[in-house]
């Protein structure tokens, strides 16, 4: 079934290129659907490359118009839309290359290279965007420097934007005018930007602890411009974050934000012109949720950080994407953590790997966080590289200690400022200056899989001691059957009868240090002398490594921890843990149609933190939400039968609700809160807290009423739409869900991100009839194919989000999902690959569903014309 599907590009292959590019003037005449590029470029050829050595210009979907070198024409070239091969080049190293080219904006729906959408022209170039521009080395590690000139119709783009600061601009003749921007910094071509459009926009400024005074803007469509504020106050407290945490200072006059509302990812960080998904950009606290706010908070925050960590210094090779992501990401959940709650974010961050990472690292997509070969560099932006690069990033943090962290990482932006690098230079750093070999830390950079470490321990009442057995084994993975074991830092504590931590003050055993073991071999142990009393263990703390923990603890024990362990993530974990042992007890019993008990310690347990004022509300929300239905399915691994795990997710949700229903409607009510939105996290997680009570209630009393109370009264979107959410998935067809499902369609239809809100609340409405209704919103008149987030809305909703309605036994919502999926990537194959993967846990489930599900996929991959992006995916989650 596998067939040839193109080049396939290796790390080991990488070289230099013959010819760098010094400067880059490019001029941009932008027309609607004829827009003349025309770039010159100062070129010079490497030292030692021969003088005969070709030219070879990375294109995409271009026309050539003309070629001039040394304002010559050029007769000795091949040109094709995806290649320009300039032979017989001046023996002289040095020489001008002019390339003029003609692009159509209006017709690009990759929304890749230069495109239009709501009459903005804007531009996405990473990863190889750049090449549907011009002609070039479009290749991170060709550093340039860019002045660009823009021209256009005064009336239909007054604004004109690149990277860097303004130099000049005026107007022109025939109503046009232009301007020229100039950015000293040398750049790869996946950081240049341009805008130009009619925007409005909100303006503040940052000054820098070395006095330089920045100008700050953010565009965004005409009337939008109050909902930009709170994404300009997370610039500035980014600012100022990364100066006083990492001496991060900014390095032009200007920082620009652009708000486009057709965007394929979430954001991306052009030099001094970052350019967003509106999602991440617009709030007011009638339009957006508290999830809503943090992501702003954390995607500006992100694409901030990346003007040192991915701009200052780059990637060597797109192999090398973590380098920048992993880092940058790191830098910005530890930005969110400082700013609001660090144990719920901690909790949120490992809940997020876990639903994301693990089940890519377990499955056929499975590859290293830094990849070894791909045939589609787009399909590598995954919650590996990004969110497991991350966690590498804290580990080795964890590893050498917070001083050395700091300096090594200060050695790496001094040492390495202007260059295109690798991750072995990154560890370099660290290596110098911890004065420690990292060799086995930076396997995980090269090994893909989530490793199983197994934790035995054995208390001896006659010699006081404790003897702790740790071991790693790391499955096979696609391409990789041989594993070694890496270095992995396993936080830990002994916890006493009382609930308080035993002083650890002599043991045997290498590699412990303060409360971390440091895992190096497949098999460790440790052994604790003058422990008193035999003690629960808590390993794992704060998730110090991202592996999965396997540790035979007695329900007694994980009782134990979720009442004491002073690690508020130790807490969670075991109760959560418990939740779902007893969740996947019950579907065993509903599968022998057995009566189905329940675990009155585990409902006490319950009914106690709901209970505790000295738990923060937020903290408090996350241990009464029970596991999603996909974290029981990852759980349980293979033979899934999703309508089962539902059926017993709500057997358990009514036994809590049924056991609580006094005491939850207490708290509920004393969360009753009048005073106006404010979008902080205490704020937030009263609303997270009160969310998750409603539902017991709700499910209590089965009756809508409280939740259509709350539509109603509501003065802000975040109970809102909880209140929409309850009344959708649980009383479906209900008057009171009709008249909110149409009063929340005729409020916010003007306003597509609520929208999105309103397609995605159905389209994950569990029942099997989630279909039907998934087929009659895509005729709806606000449903478009060409807008991405409203695509991820509905189907990805849909896909992701809907176990038991997309997983219908009949296989009908999968064939129905496979001919979409043909449809979109005739248009946007970056975002059908993106949707697609949603299915790469397919193997898990039982037979009916997977061979109906296996057969949509295969139609899928045995399609003609299939976008590499496309093809890639599904013959890896064939293989
Ligand atoms: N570099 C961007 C980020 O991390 C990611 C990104 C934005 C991207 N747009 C893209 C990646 C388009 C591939 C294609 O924030
Ligand atoms: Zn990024």
Same mark, same amino acid.
């Given at each position: 079934m596998r067939t040839d599907t193109g080049h396939v590009f290796r790390l080991e292959d990488y070289r230099p290129s013959d010819y760098l590019i010094r400067e880059t003037a490019l001029s941009f005449d932008l027309e609607p659907e004829n827009t003349i590029v025309e770039a010159r470029l100062s070129i010079k050829r490497r030292e030692g490359a021969e003088h005969s050595v070709p030219l070879i210009l990375d294109g995409d979907e271009l026309t050539l118009i003309s070629l001039h070198i040394n304002d010559v024409p050029a007769t000795d070239y091949d040109v094709t839309p995806e290649l320009l091969t300039i032979r017989s080049l001046p023996y002289n190293a040095d020489f001008t290359l002019t390339i003029v080219t003609s692009i159509n904006p209006t017709t690009n729906r990759q929304l890749m290279g230069l495109y239009r959408s709501s009459n903005i022209y804007t531009t996405q170039c990473e990863a190889e965007g750049f090449r549907r521009i011009t002609y070039f080395l479009d290749r991170p590690d060709v550093l340039s420097i860019y002045t660009v000139r823009l021209e256009a119709d005064k009336a239909a783009a007054p604004v004109l934007l690149s990277n860097g600061n303004l130099q000049q601009s005026g107007a022109l003749d025939n109503s046009r005018h232009f301007a020229i921007w100039h950015d000293p910094h040398p750049k790869p071509s996946y950081l240049f930007a341009l805008v130009a459009g009619s925007l409005g926009s909100i303006s503040d400024i940052f000054t820098t602890g070395s006095g330089r005074v920045v100008a700050l803007n953010i565009y965004v469509?005409?009337? %939008?411009? @109050?909902?930009a504020l709170y994404a300009m106050d997370a610039l500035k407290r980014s600012m100022a974050w990364d100066e006083d945490v990492y001496g991060c200072v900014y390095d032009l006059d200007i920082f620009n934000i652009v708000a486009v509302s057709d965007f394929n990812m979430g954001a991306m960080e052009n030099k001094g012109l970052n350019i967003f998904n509106d999602k991440y950009v617009l709030a007011d606290p009638q339009t957006a949720t508290d999830a809503d706010y943090a992501g702003i908070e954390a995607v500006i925050a992100h694409e901030y950080f990346? %003007?040192?960590?991915?701009?200052?210094i780059t990637c060597r090779d797109w192999f090398q994407l973590c380098l920048k992501e992993g880092l940058t990401v790191y830098r910005d959940h530890e930005f969110s953590s400082d700013q609001r709650s660090r144990a719920v974010h901690r909790i949120d961050e490992v809940k997020l790997l876990k639903s994301q990472q693990f089940p890519e690292d377990g499955g056929p997509l499975a590859h290293p966080v830094r990849p070894k070969e791909y045939r589609e560099i787009n399909n590598f932006y995954t919650a590996t590289v990004y969110e497991k690069g991350s966690e590498l990033i804290r580990m080795l943090r964890t590893i050498v200690g917070d001083d050395v962290y700091y300096q090594a990482l200060k050695l790496y932006f001094t040492r390495h400022d202007g260059q295109a690098v690798t991750i072995e230079d990154f560890i370099k750093s660290f290596e110098d200056v911890s004065g420690q070999s990292l060799a086995r830390f930076a396997l995980w950079y090269d090994q893909a899989g989530t490793p199983v470490v197994t934790a035995r321990s054995q208390y001896d009442e006659q010699n006081r001691s404790l003897q702790i057995i740790l071991e790693q084994k790391l499955a096979p993975t696609p391409g990789q059957s041989e594993k070694q074991p890496v270095h992995i830092p396993v936080q830990f504590g002994l916890i006493g009868a009382d609930g308080k931590d035993i002083p650890i003050t002599a043991h045997q055993g290498a590699g412990l240090q303060g409360d971390i #073991?440091? #895992?190096?071999?497949?098999t460790q142990s440790w052994t604790f002398f003058d422990i008193n009393e035999k003690p629960v263990l808590s390993l794992l703390r704060g998730f110090s490594a991202p592996v999965h923990l396997e540790q035979q603890l007695s329900h007694e024990e994980q009782v134990f921890l979720a009442r004491f362990d002073r690690d508020a993530f130790g807490r969670w974990q075991a109760l959560n843990h418990l939740l779902t042992t007893e969740i996947l007890k019950n579907v065993d019993e509903l599968h022998q149609q057995k009566p189905v008990q329940f675990d009155p310690q585990l409902l006490q347990l319950l009914a106690e933190t709901a209970q505790d004022e000295t738990l923060d509300h937020a903290f408090r929300a996350l241990c009464l939400s029970l596991p999603d239905e996909a974290d029981i399915a990852r759980v349980m691994g293979?033979?899934?039968?999703p309508d089962l795990i539902h059926q017993s997710r709500e057997t358990l949700l009514a036994a809590i609700a049924q056991a609580n229903a006094a005491g939850f409607t207490k708290i509920y009510e004393q969360l009753h809160d009048t005073a106006p939105f404010t979008p902080d996290a205490a704020s937030a997680g009263k609303r997270a807290l009160k969310a998750v009570l409603l539902n017991y209630l709700t499910i209590a009393e089965n009756s809508p009423a409280q939740a259509y109370a709350l539509y109603e009264q509501a003065n802000n979107m975040t109970d809102r739409f909880a209140a929409l959410t309850l009344l959708v998935h649980r009383f479906s067809g209900h008057p009171d869900t009709v008249k909110a499902l149409a009063q929340f369609e005729s409020d916010y239809q003007s306003i597509p991100l609520v929208m999105d809100k309103w397609f995605a609340v159905q389209a994950r409405r569990p029942s099997e009839h989630a279909l039907e209704t998934v087929e009659a919103l895509i005729n709806h008149? #606000?449903? @478009?194919?060409? %807008?991405p987030n409203r695509c991820r809305s509905l189907l990805g909703s849909f896909a992701a989000g809907n176990p038991t309605g997309f997983n219908r036994a009949d296989g009908k919502a999968y064939v129905f999902f496979s001919t979409l999926i043909l449809q979109i990537d005739r248009e946007n194959p970056q975002l059908a690959s993106r949707l697609l993967t @949603?299915?790469? @846990?397919?193997?898990? #489930?039982?037979?009916v569903r997977r061979a109906h599900l296996q057969s949509a996929l295969e139609r899928i991959a045995a399609s003609p014309n299939l976008s590499t992006d496309v093809r890639d995916i599904s013959e890896r989650m064939l293989a």
């Open positions: 469509e005409h009337g %939008n411009e @109050s909902r990346h %003007n040192w960590t991915g701009n200052r #073991l440091h #895992l190096q071999e497949s293979t033979n899934i039968d008149k #606000l449903f @478009s194919f060409d %807008n @949603s299915l790469r @846990s397919w193997r898990t #489930l039982e037979p």
